[in-house]
């Protein structure tokens, strides 16, 4: 009798953890997509995860929200990525700064690189180095004339950047040195009011995104001066690279990418990267991105990690040289 009961209680058991299994299948199946968003609701890490979040509710027909965990350059969102669950439910978009920046000027940012899971490549935002010529009295100058006007013109040439402790706040070094002159980087909170000092004439240049420089370039108010990475941009084909100029070391161009917690289903990671490359491929979203001065581009998991160990290769090299102590 003892062992019939015993049989029985087992199978009991187990068809109550079937039971469950199957209810939290369900519910993963039913429940919101959370898209993580490490900046504040209107900007452009926020504005490609709601036009992401449109598409992946088409593609995979479930609720997908963008959640905002603004704060720290993305900090915050990333430690609230590494919490979750590996259920699927939870996507982090992040910018190359918040995944491989901050790790080595932090000494604990409260996350690893290997807290995550590479999802797909979403886009490149190369930045631009952007001069006043009113300030410095050259309607087209580039980087070496910017170079010999700040030689004759000590203490004069400040460069604005998005943030401190960033690639545009190394890389004002990397030009620094390479040209032989003294520059010095002012730290803002994002290419926003380094665009508008800039016009203003509170900074003789600014580094900056391609969407945050144009409309003033455009207007005659600023001019472009170099862009960072390998290639010229097709938006601004007469501007050249800052190798072209002599500067070498800044061509790693900030990236956008989805990211999901360490452990996430490897079926489930294909399933969203193809949905996202889909997505990301489309001429619409192409169109949206473009109107920002960002390009879409695609990747699949592997692509997207090597990228991301690249990134860190070449930062970490720069941080290094600029002799930055983590804090």
Known sequence: MKLKNAVKTLTCGAAALALLTAASAAFAQSAPIRILVGFPPGG????IARHLAVGLQHELNRTVVVENRAGAG????AQALKGSRPDGLTLFLSNSHTVSMIPLTLINPGFEIKDFTPVGLVAVNPDVFAINPAVVGAPTAGLRDFANWAKANPGKGNVGVPAPA??????VGVIS?????DLKSVPYRGDGPVAQDLVAGQIAAGIGSVGAMLQFAKAGKVH????????RLALLPDVPTYAEQGV???????????????????DLVQTYSAAISKIVKSPDFIEKL???GISAQSSTPAELGDRVAKTNRAW????????????
């Open 44 to 47: 452009s890490t926020d504005v």
């Open 74 to 77: 993305g900090q915050i969102a």
């Open 166 to 171: 960033s690639a545009p706040d190394f890389a």
């Open 177 to 181: 040195n390479a040209l032989g002159t």
């Open 224 to 231: 472009i001066a170099a862009v960072n990475g390998t290639q």
């Open 248 to 266: 070498t070391g800044y061509e790693e161009v900030i990236f956008t990418a989805m990211f999901a917690p360490a452990g996430t289903p490897t």
């Open 290 to 292: 473009s109107a920002l």
């Open 316 to 327: 970490t090299t720069m941080v290094k040289n600029a002799g930055y102590k983590p804090m």
